[in-house]
T-cell receptor, first 116, second 112 residues
Framework: GAGVSQSPSNKVTEKGKDVELRCDPISGHTALYWYRQSLGQGLEFLIYFQGNSAPDKSGLPSDRFSAERTGGSVSTLTIQRTQQEDSAVYLC??????????????FGPGTRLTVL | QKEVEQNSGPLSVPEGAIASLNCTYSDRGSQSFFWYRQYSGKSPELIMFIYSNGDKEDGRFTAQLNKASQYVSLLIRDSQPSDSATYLCAAKGGSSASKIIFGSGTRLSIRP
């Protein structure tokens, strides 16, 4: 079946512009995560959605970052007034068994964002 | 102090030997732990998860958890060149009940 998809795969933008990154989770997965990975670094948690609950936004680095998840499925991560330090790979992951220990996450291919 | 810590490596292991990857976590309330493998330029993929103290084996992989010492490890037996990748340790639960916190990863290189 289809995995997690993300678009665009690559995005080059100028400093100060806004960007939108999209994530299509696996159908039926109730949990959705956004992470950021800078070159050679680990995954930095950004935001987490679970069903209809209020999202956990504790990882968003500034108020320039926001995310929404419409209809419990597709999610959009928006970065306003982009800065060069926002350049990274943005990864989305979804999972089905959220309330249990396992919580296996399936990752999308990521969006590589470059801010010039 | 990082919530999940790993030695960045690189860890170089000869082919056929056992590779041992280690991870410590700071939140004593963390309940479940994961090892992901990430090839260069690719997304992470789950290798093992563990939530009970002791060992859990799956093929050539063994995950070990010691909650008293807040320590998680991954052993790879009969290491193959295809095991060369970055291995990410992650923890879930505790004060950050739902989100999964990742370490920065250990680069493993298997030399033929």
């Amino acid at each position: 079946g289809a995995g997690v998809s993300q678009s665009p795969s690559n995005k080059v933008t100028e400093k100060g512009k806004d960007v939108e990154l999209r994530c299509d989770p696996i159908s039926g997965h109730t949990a959705l995560y956004w992470y950021r990975q800078s070159l050679g670094q680990g995954l930095e948690f950004l935001i987490y959605f679970q069903g209809n609950s209020a999202p956990d936004k504790s990882g968003l680095p500034s108020d320039r970052f926001s995310a929404e998840r419409t209809g419990g499925s597709v999610s959009t991560l928006t970065i306003q007034r982009t800065q060069q330090e926002d350049s990274a790979v943005y990864l989305c992951a979804s999972s089905l068994i959220e309330r249990e220990m396992r919580n296996e996450q399936f990752f999308g291919p990521g969006t590589r964002l470059t801010v010039l | 102090q990082k919530e999940v810590e790993q030695n960045s490596g690189p860890l170089s292991v000869p082919e056929g030997a056992i590779a041992s990857l280690n991870c410590t976590y700071s939140d004593r309330g963390s309940q479940s732990f994961f090892w992901y493998r990430q090839y260069s330029g690719k997304s992470p993929e789950l290798i093992m998860f563990i939530y009970s103290n002791g060992d859990k084996e799956d093929g050539r992989f063994t995950a070990q958890l010691n909650k008293a010492s807040q320590y998680v490890s991954l052993l790879i037996r009969d290491s193959q060149p295809s095991d060369s990748a970055t291995y990410l340790c992650a923890a879930k639960g505790g004060s950050s009940a739902s989100k999964i916190i990742f370490g920065s990863g250990t680069r493993l290189s298997i030399r033929p």
